[in-house]
T-cell receptor
Framework: GENVEQHPSTLSVQEGDSAVIKCTYS??????FPWYKQELGKRPQLIID?????GEKKDQRIAVTLNKTAKHFSLHITETQPEDSAVYFC???????????FGAGTTVTVRA | DAGVIQSPRHEVTEMGQEVTLRCKPI?????LFWYRQTMMRGLELLIY????????DSGMPEDRFSAKMPNASFSTLKIQPSEPRDSAVYFC????????????FGQGTRLTVV
């Protein structure tokens, strides 16, 4: 099955700075890559996703990039704010499988 | 729609007891997933259903775990007998088309087995 690795496990940034989280996947057939944000005690919620026919996608302060050749994708958060503090999960999905394989998560702390 | 609804939100039970977790997916979503979240293992997929039929249960850790989906609006995850290592947050999620549409998660059930 698909194996997703995520780095770093924790990330502390100053408010206003950028945060970058990187993930790699193992199966070149994967074609769907969502990112979920989970606040403390809450459910994971989708914040952005990208498909394999696109190299980059942006939504206000968040962006995701995908490098299919290297099999890695990244989440970029610019102008971080305290409300960005949460655990972020990357995931990958193989078309024939329907399962989302999640990374281990990155705990992001934005310092005021 | 109120989203994916799980019950109970919290469950504390004694080792050896049977535990039943419940999930109501979003209406119209044909796929339902059960996940377990722990600090050590992160988010693990236990089982998923398509049109009420279990498709992949390879993530179910042991025979003590079982899941059913008797109709399109209800699913259960049962642990019998429960053990302390089953303590975790269990999430249910549903979606229309995996890999195309968003998977929506329920609020989760925090299970503590003492």
């Amino acid at each position: 099955g698909e194996n997703v690795e995520q780095h770093p496990s924790t990330l502390s940034v100053q408010e206003g700075d950028s945060a970058v989280i990187k993930c790699t996947y193992s199966d070149s057939a994967s074609n769907y890559f969502p990112w979920y944000k989970q606040e403390l005690g809450k459910r994971p919620q989708l914040i952005i996703d990208i498909r394999s026919n696109v190299g980059e996608k942006k939504d206000q302060r968040i962006a995701v990039t995908l490098n299919k050749t290297a099999k890695h994708f990244s989440l970029h958060i610019t102008e971080t704010q305290p409300e960005d503090s949460a655990v972020y999960f990357c995931a990958a999905s193989i078309p024939s499988d329907y399962k989302l394989s999640f990374g281990a998560g990155t705990t992001v702390t934005v310092r005021a | 729609d109120a989203g994916v609804i799980q019950s109970p939100r919290h469950e504390v039970t004694e080792m050896g007891q049977e535990v039943t977790l419940r999930c109501k997916p979003i209406s119209g979503h044909d796929y339902l997933f059960w996940y377990r979240q722990t600090m050590m293992r992160g988010l693990e997929l236990l089982i998923y259903f398509n049109n009420n039929v279990p498709i992949d249960d390879s993530g179910m850790p042991e025979d003590r775990f079982s899941a059913k989906m008797p109709n399109a609006s209800f699913s259960t995850l049962k642990i019998q007998p429960s053990e302390p290592r089953d303590s975790a947050v269990y999430f249910c999620a549903s979606t229309s088309v995996p890999g195309v549409t968003e998977a929506f998660f329920g609020q989760g059930t925090r299970l503590t087995v003492v």
